[in-house]
């Protein structure tokens, strides 16, 4: 990126210098090229890319981490590698009669990279730049309406969505890509990067696809996203007897509604069958790992088993729909409990309402579906707008510097 050096305006001329993109923008500047041109370019690129910034991002929660010529202790790089070595003995299970050791390698660097993107976001000093970011939001709309517009609506389990943009199939993942943009526009906004007509202009057209696609784990994730920010801007205006009597009578509603719908139904509303089925297979997953002999149980059964017919869903394999579920069956119960613990760890970074709001979303969407956990170039695109830092003032007026 080529940018003037201002230092000299005093001096009656200007400095053309070379400023190159910091780790962070170059990580979101790959994952949206990725997740944009992946059906116009060969497999092989879009692998090649997917697979460099995995690596990147696995070698980056892997290495030590040095702060002021510190070398600074991160329990979750701990974690992180608990995780590799027990899915590593998984190895050694049911995928050893499936995988080459080429393929466990590269699986296991694909569903390691977001939690690895992660780690990263939550810990950089790096900054997001901006322009990439409009640009990149701006793309997603673009191409997503020139998709429709090309070839019509897309018929989707008996429903008309804009035609997705990831490729023939790819409904889900072109919905995540627009949350993802959604959710950087709203934090764009809200840092005092852009103004209210620009993130108008991208807001609108995003939230419009974001209905249309009719994934109801985004919307879900963006109902968690706005419900922490609203939250919050009531934490601020009301006294905290009130704040917490009004959210307990909150939860206390929603544990009732619940409790109705489960004992007495409503409508033929079955909660097993609730949103296609996923609650049944929920519970048929649990049921699984419960009779699996221990070694299975902490290890799992290797990376890709979790796609299997079941009682719910009978006419063809499917994974469970579920981040969690997947990561129990696949690499066992050690690594759930190494997941939580570096998402837990990273929520204790995160330093403002607006980072939470993120986080909320991102966890919101694994606990319902096969998420951004699964998905990690979709990952890096929606957790690198943690990285976006504030734009205005400080309370002594100065601005924060450029970042990369």
Not at 146 to 159: R, V
Not at 265 to 290: H, M
Not at 299 to 312: M, N
Request: charged residues 15%; positive net charge.
């Amino acid at each position: 990126m080529t940018t003037y050096d201002d230092t000299l305006a005093g001096t009656g001329g200007q400095r053309l210098v070379l400023r190159i993109w910091g780790p962070v923008t170059l990580l979101f500047v790959a994952s949206a090229v990725h997740t944009l041109a992946f059906p116009f370019t060969s497999e092989a690129m879009g692998y090649a890319i997917a697979g460099v910034v995995g690596l990147a991002l696995v070698l980056t929660a892997i290495l030590p981490a040095y702060a002021d010529g510190r070398l600074e202790f991160d329990g979750r790089k701990v974690w992180y590698l608990v995780m590799l070595v027990a899915t590593a003995i998984g190895f050694f299970f049911r995928i050893a009669n499936e995988a080459t050791v080429f393929e466990f390698v590269t699986s296991l660097i694909r569903v390691q990279t977001a939690l690895a993107a992660l780690i990263l976001f939550t810990s950089t000093s790096g900054t997001l730049a901006v322009r990439p970011a409009i640009v990149t939001y701006a793309a997603i709309v673009a191409i997503a309406v020139a998709m429709t517009a090309s070839f019509g609506l897309y018929d989707y389990a008996g429903i008309a969505r804009p035609y997705p943009f990831t490729g023939v199939g790819g409904v889900h993942p072109s919905a995540y890509a627009v949350a993802a943009a959604l959710v950087g526009t709203v934090v764009l906004k809200m840092r005092g990067a852009i103004g209210w007509k620009l993130a108008m202009l991208l807001g609108a057209p995003l939230l419009g696809l974001l209905l249309a696609f009719q994934v109801r784990t985004t919307w879900m994730m963006m109902l968690a996203f706005v419900s922490v920010l609203l939250i919050a801007a009531i934490r601020r205006r009301v006294d905290q007897r009130a704040f917490s009597a009004m959210l307990g009578m909150s939860l206390a509603v929603i544990v009732i509604v619940v409790a109705l719908l489960m004992v007495f139904g409503l409508g033929g509303f079955d909660l097993t069958t609730f949103s296609s089925g996923r609650t049944s297979v929920y519970v048929e997953r649990l049921q699984l790992i419960a009779q699996r002999p221990w070694p299975e149980i902490l290890f799992g059964t290797g990376v890709g088993s979790d796609s299997l017919r079941s009682a719910t869903w009978w006419w063809e394999e499917k994974d469970s729909h579920n981040d969690f579920l997947r990561i129990a069956v696949e690499q066992g119960v050690i690594c759930v409990v190494a997941v939580a613990a570096i998402l837990i760890g990273s929520a204790r970074r995160l330093t403002d309402t607006v980072q939470f709001a993120v986080f909320a979303a991102l966890v919101s969407g694994s606990l319902l579906s096969n998420g951004l956990l699964d998905r990690p170039l979709l990952a890096v695109l929606f957790v690198s707008t943690l990285a976006i830092r504030d734009r205005r003032p400080d309370t002594r007026g100065r601005m924060p510097g450029a970042g990369d």
